[in-house]
């Protein structure tokens, strides 16, 4: 166990068990409910710390310090304790009751002096590392990023695959420096992400969370909150049935983070649901975005070509409809919804964008 990990560790037992009248009955009505499956406890605020127990699905731990951004949470059940981030459940009680653990003193950057050749589906250009540069100069947080995006970017089945170990970085040393370097990313639940969402539904304040201020927009209340320097859009998928504004809305999801100083990465999605259900032309979606890419010369990965790689799983029963294809699930003739397989080369395509962002820095 590191040295980080052991003074964590120590600040979480002096707080469960302590006299203090604040820890015993403040904190004692605290607790977290696990909603996802297959989550090991982390030995310290990181998504590289140690892993310990892996906790079932409904699993309810006492909560004993929290981070001050509040994404991760020390906790306390029946012989285990460790730390979990916010995203995989639902806090019982009042989070602000408990004790703020030390500030997690990040891994300092090493210089990124990766030369490996990069997929042929990750595009950037010296302008676009340029745009990552000035977000830096500006102020923007260059350990954070964040992503506006649908359900397929819902956290605990996209990034929060990573955090539990689900997804692991651990054997792979260049995506291991990208995740020491991103870390708070990797634990951030965006506010401008949700089931259904298309372009439009960044610029509808009754979508924006509830850390939003009143008439907030989602998309500028989550470059607020979180100050990332580089956002991954991921969107197009909700936009199925309004493909024609796609464009429209799309150019303004550019423009307002161009203009909040930090640096978006446009993302293709794997399916062509807008053709195949909406009655627009073949993958319309996916050339609006490589076009705008081109327009603003912005970097962008190409995650319909990268999907293009997976192999499918045949259903015996209907030899037209296989169980996945490209990453996606078969339902009812529709493929929209990301497979564990294509969630985790999503994640693999973001940490590769991440390392491309940062050469020679």
Known sequence: MSLRAVIFTIFVLVCAFSGNAHAQIDVAAVHFELRYPGVALRAAPSALAARGAVMPQGANLRVIARTRDGGWLAVQGDSVSGWIATGFGEVQGQPDAVALAPANALAPIARNVNKATLPSWIYITAHGREIFDRALRDGRDGRMFTVAGDSNSAWPRSLGRLVSGQYDVMKDVDARAMVARFDPGFAHVSSAVGGGYGTDDMFRAERAGAACASGELPLACELRLSNAAVVFVQLGTGDKFTWRNFEANLRRVVKTVLEQKATPVLVTKADD?????????????????????????????????????????????????????????????????????????????????????????
């Open 273 to 361: 649901l807008e053709s195949i259900q909406g009655g627009g032309p073949d993958g319309h979606i996916n050339a609006v975005i490589r076009a705008m890419a081109a327009e603003y010369d912005l970097p962008w990965i190409d995650f319909y070509a990268a999907t293009r790689t997976l192999p499918a799983v045949p259903n015996p029963n209907l030899p037209k409809r296989p169980f996945t294809q490209f990453g996606l699930h078969d339902e009812w003739g529709y493929y929209f919804h990301l497979t564990e397989q294509g969630q985790d080369l999503r994640l693999r395509c973001t940490l590769q964008m991440l390392d491309a962002l940062t050469r020679g820095k």
